[in-house]
């Protein structure tokens, strides 16, 4: 159980165009997801907290026009990168928590995908 | 959110055990302690969790002093597989388990 699924797994898009990644979680609702940005041989950055039916907040310096967050359903979580460029080329990862798996929270961490920048 | 320092890596050989330790001197009332494990391009997974004193599953064990500012991963017997970077994470429990990852440990385990 507590399974994470990203789509795409690896995706190539041109310079200034836009790409949407999908988190979902396969047999829980979550009521949280959290999208993370992870450079090679870096750590993983935490980018945003989504929270089902409600704006998803940011982190400091994570510019919000950008990299835009919807949570529409309990299960469902999108990061759209909007106008791309060579520089978010990275490894996006979501994870998504909820009280309903118990106390206290944990992370359940998706896949992660691939975005590369041409 | 609490910050989490670690060692940067760890060397071990197959069949050791091994302990990874975190520091986390700014742990709130309500902050948990998970460790996760990641391979190289994909996601993070779970090991462990603890609040305090000590928790044991199937692949680790995980030692929190009563203070709770540091803890200790124990890998048993550790094998080639389990070369990976390991992360400490302190959970906000008031706020669905946000956490600031830290720079992880990258434990090689040599032959």
């Known amino acids: 159980g507590a399974v994470v699924s990203q789509h795409p797994s690896r995706v190539i898009c041109k310079s200034g165009t836009s790409v949407k990644i999908e988190c979902r979680s396969l047999?829980?609702?979550?009521?949280?997801m959290f999208w993370y940005r992870q450079f090679p041989k870096q750590s993983l950055m935490l980018m945003a907290t989504?929270?089902?039916?409600?704006?998803?907040?940011?982190e400091q310096g994570v510019e919000k026009d950008k990299f835009l967050i919807n949570h529409a359903s309990l299960t469902l979580s999108t990061l759209t990168v909007t106008s791309a460029h060579p520089e978010d080329s990275s490894f996006y990862i979501c994870?998504?928590?909820?009280?309903?798996?118990?106390?206290?929270?944990?992370?359940?961490f998706g896949p992660g995908t691939r975005l590369t920048v041409t | 959110l609490a910050k989490t320092t670690q060692p940067i890596s760890m060397d071990s050989y197959e069949g050791q055990e091994v302990n990874i330790t975190c520091s986390h001197n700014n742990i709130a009332t309500n902050d948990y302690i998970t460790w996760y494990q990641q391979f190289p391009s994909q996601g993070p997974r779970f090991i462990i969790q603890?609040?305090?004193t000590k928790v044991t599953n199937e692949v680790a064990s995980l030692f929190i002093p009563a203070d709770r500012k540091s803890s200790t991963l124990s890998l048993p017997r550790v094998s080639l597989s389990d070369t990976a970077v390991y992360y400490c994470l302190v959970g906000d429990n008031t706020n669905a388990g946000k956490s600031t990852f830290g720079d992880g440990t990258t434990l090689t385990v040599k032959p």
């Open positions: 047999d829980f609702q979550a009521t949280t």
């Open positions: 603890g609040y305090k």
């Open positions: 994870s998504a928590t909820t009280p309903s798996r118990g106390t206290p929270y944990e992370q359940y």
């Open positions: 989504s929270n089902e039916g409600s704006k998803a907040t940011y």
